[in-house]
């Protein structure tokens, strides 16, 4: 049961209604409050049936003699700050050209889908689709640059819809087997791969202070998954290990000496073995390890066409590493 009737006294302006009113949410013309983890929001009922077929339905059996004050108590089994962030994109909205913290765009897709709110649902899942889109060119418009592959732990994502730490990746994991999003897990998994395996394996808080973490399914999906990326990483890195990959160069001794240069550049300076795989070749190009060493025009055009088919090769293959059927079937009836 998402929630129940309490037979008890509504709570007014008490101590511990002071985070409903800091946030404009205990109304003195409320007809209802709501209640989660002793934080009580006295809000209107008309709002919650209009928006929710699930509250329409519940508050259709309340029986005459539930209400005490002129208000009906409602206990719910959700998070305080979730509810606070549902009933506040209920009466405030927002503006929706505006990025939603991560906290919010989860707990509002937690709820949206718990109490049907179909608009609020709606409205995460298109951004969450922004961020973890189902094509590689999409993917690559948010995560080929370098701030995408560096130390920083902020995710750089365009459009910016969801302000998204990288180790947030859990919680995106964790939402999309719970609200059933399966097309935001091979990108998601892709991501998580890269994270530190104490945040794999440990889990993380998120910015409200809860611990997210994956289930034991989805860390050893996740680890078997970062292994066939590595293997894939390797695979790639082939072309520029062997001397015979000349492409008609008129001086192949000079592109491999550069072809090893790269290898070596990438490895001893933050390149990573889980996400070089899908590194956009024009970043290569223009910011990589090749910026320094450049190939000759035959070398460096065969090394990014390579590279922009194995990326493909790579993407489709996404649902295989992490076991997501029918990718990128499903992402692309989405």
């Known amino acids: 049961m998402s929630f129940s009737i309490a037979p008890q006294q509504p709570r007014t302006q008490s101590e511990d209604a002071t985070r409903a009113l800091e946030a404009g949410l205990w109304l003195e013309d409320g007809n209802v409050v709501l209640i989660a983890e002793d934080t009580p929001f006295k809000v209107h009922r008309n709002v919650l049936c209009h928006n929710s077929q699930v509250f329409r339905d519940k508050f259709s059996q309340v029986v005459q003699g539930s209400e005490n004050n002129g208000a009906l108590i409602v206990a719910l089994s959700d998070a305080w700050k979730d509810v606070q962030y549902m009933?506040?994109?209920?009466?405030?909205?927002?503006?929706?050209?505006?990025?939603?913290?991560?906290?919010?765009?989860?707990?509002?897709?937690?709820?949206?889908?718990k109490y049907n709110i179909v608009h609020l649902r709606d409205e995460v899942v298109a951004r969450l689709k922004q961020c973890f889109p189902p094509s590689l060119e999409d993917f690559n418009n948010c995560y080929a640059g370098p701030k995408a592959y560096d130390d920083d732990d902020s995710l750089a994502c365009i459009p910016e819809a969801i302000q998204l730490q990288k180790t947030d990746v859990i919680g995106v994991i964790n939402l999309a087997r719970l609200c059933d999003l399966p097309f935001l897990l091979p990108p998601a998994f892709y991501i998580c791969s890269a994270l530190d395996l104490d945040d794999i394996f440990e889990g993380v808080q998120d910015e409200d202070g809860r611990l997210m973490k994956l289930s034991p399914e989805d860390i050893y999906t996740c680890i078997r998954g970062r292994e066939d990326l590595i293997r894939a990483n390797l695979e790639c890195m082939e072309i520029f290990a062997f001397p015979e990959n000349s492409f008609g160069c008129a001086a192949p001794f000079i592109c491999n000496v550069r072809e090893q240069a790269f290898i070596h550049k990438w490895w001893t300076e933050g390149g990573r073995i889980d996400t070089i795989v899908l590194v956009s070749p024009d970043w290569v190009e223009r910011r990589g390890p090749l910026i320094d060493s450049p190939l000759c025009i035959l070398c460096r055009s065969?090394?990014?066409?390579?590279?922009?088919?194995?990326?493909?090769?790579?993407?489709?293959?996404?649902?295989?590493?992490?076991?997501?059927?029918?990718?990128?079937?499903i992402a692309n009836a989405e």
Do not use: C, H
């Not at 009466?91 to 709820?111: H, I």
């Open 87 to 113: 009933l506040s994109a209920l009466y405030y909205g927002g503006n929706t050209d505006k990025p939603l913290s991560f906290a919010v765009a989860s707990a509002l897709l937690r709820l949206g889908t």
């Open 302 to 329: 065969a090394v990014l066409k390579y590279m922009d088919a194995f990326r493909q090769l790579v993407w489709n293959s996404l649902g295989e590493y992490f076991s997501v059927p029918d990718w990128p079937i």
